[in-house]
């Protein structure tokens, strides 16, 4: 692997690239990254990168997403067939049945989602800043696409207003169940649940915190607790063991894993780099129309 990191610090300086990866991506491709983080952060760092390349290392809309935000550069994505199911789980008819139907709506869009559709929409939000975000919107009316968890958890922390909920869901994070994150309380009754909001609301109750990726990192390395079981993807144990070599974490299932994050490998970002493909290309209407919800992202979570 040292090899494959020298190769790659190489390609690197010689192409003036950097490499952006999210949380749930292997180990390795998070040593090799400039900037890993939470699709938050990622929008922000997408925006301010100089380097003319940027490899994004994680699904297909990430790195839509680093081209909507910085469309000058060369966006790279290691794996194309890297996607997430959820990104797709909405419908530009339904936004425009429910912009007919409700006045004062506005369209809210989980970044987890295709270009397209957030070229029909308001504005974005992650897990990190959702609540945030649909709190200070003046609309009364919030139609919340494409995760329904999402949307739900943030309803009922927003009373206020009136949701449309959309059927997405993350397949990893959806799968998580009640009894098995009591089986792992049950064996580590000391241990604190944390949970990301892509999960059933019946598990989002069980939480002593839900957030983010980066929420429930942070969460560990302020609690004073030794022991955590951690339901999302297990990608995060990363940073979080990093940071905190001395607590211990638990998954609610073993097999707690996006086998689309972990298509990202090191040979593949190395192949991207030295190619350069494949490349994100989006048509100039579309940059247009999807940049601007994201922009708004950035401007509300200020
Ligand atoms: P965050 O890292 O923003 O919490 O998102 C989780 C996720 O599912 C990304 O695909
Ligand atoms: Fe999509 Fe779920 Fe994978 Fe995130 S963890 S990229 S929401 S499938």
Same mark, same amino acid.
């Given at each position: ?170 397949? #990893?994070?959806?799968?998580? @169940?009640? $009894?098995?994150?009591?089986?792992? =309380?049950? %064996?580590?009754? !000391? ?78 970002? #190395?192949?991207?780099?030295? @190619?350069? $493909?494949?490349?994100?290309?989006? =048509?100039? %209407?579309?940059? !247009? ?14």
């Amino acid at each position: 692997m040292v090899e494959k990191l020298e190769l790659l610090a190489q390609l690197k300086k010689e192409k003036n690239a950097v490499i952006l990866a999210h949380y749930y991506t292997d180990d390795e491709v998070q040593k090799a990254a400039d900037y890993v983080g939470d699709s938050y952060f990622l929008s922000e760092k997408a925006r301010e990168v100089k380097e003319d390349i940027i490899v994004m290392c994680g699904v297909s809309f990430m790195g839509e997403s680093v081209k909507l935000l910085n469309p000058d550069k060369t966006v790279l994505i290691p794996d194309e067939t890297a996607d997430c199911p959820m990104a797709h789980m909405a419908t530009v008819e339904r936004i425009k049945e429910v912009r007919e139907k409700y006045d004062d709506v506005a369209v809210v869009c989980y970044v987890n989602s295709t270009a397209e559709l957030k070229s029909h929409s308001d504005v974005c939000v992650t897990s990190a800043n959702a609540l945030k975000i649909v709190e200070n919107l003046p609309n009364k009316n919030i139609y919340f696409i494409p995760d329904r968890n999402l949307a739900h958890y943030i309803s009922k922390k927003v009373t206020d207003k009136n949701f449309i909920f959309n059927e997405g869901h993350c397949y #990893i994070h959806n799968s998580v @169940t009640v $009894e098995e994150v009591k089986k792992v =309380k049950n %064996e580590h009754p !000391e241990a604190e649940i944390l949970v990301h909001p892509e999960c059933v609301k019946e598990v989002a109750e069980m939480g002593d915190y839900v957030g983010s990726t980066s929420g429930i990192i942070k969460y560990v390395s302020g609690s004073s607790k030794d022991e955590f079981i951690i339901c999302t993807e297990k990608g995060v144990l990363y940073e979080l063991k990093e940071k905190n070599p001395n607590k211990k974490f638990y998954l609610p299932k073993e097999k707690f894993e996006c086998m689309d994050m972990k298509k990202i490998t090191l040979d593949k970002i #190395i192949k991207a780099l030295k @190619t350069n $493909e494949p490349q994100v290309h989006l =048509k100039k %209407e579309l940059i !247009e129309n999807a940049n601007k919800p994201l922009e708004n992202m950035l401007r509300l979570a200020k």
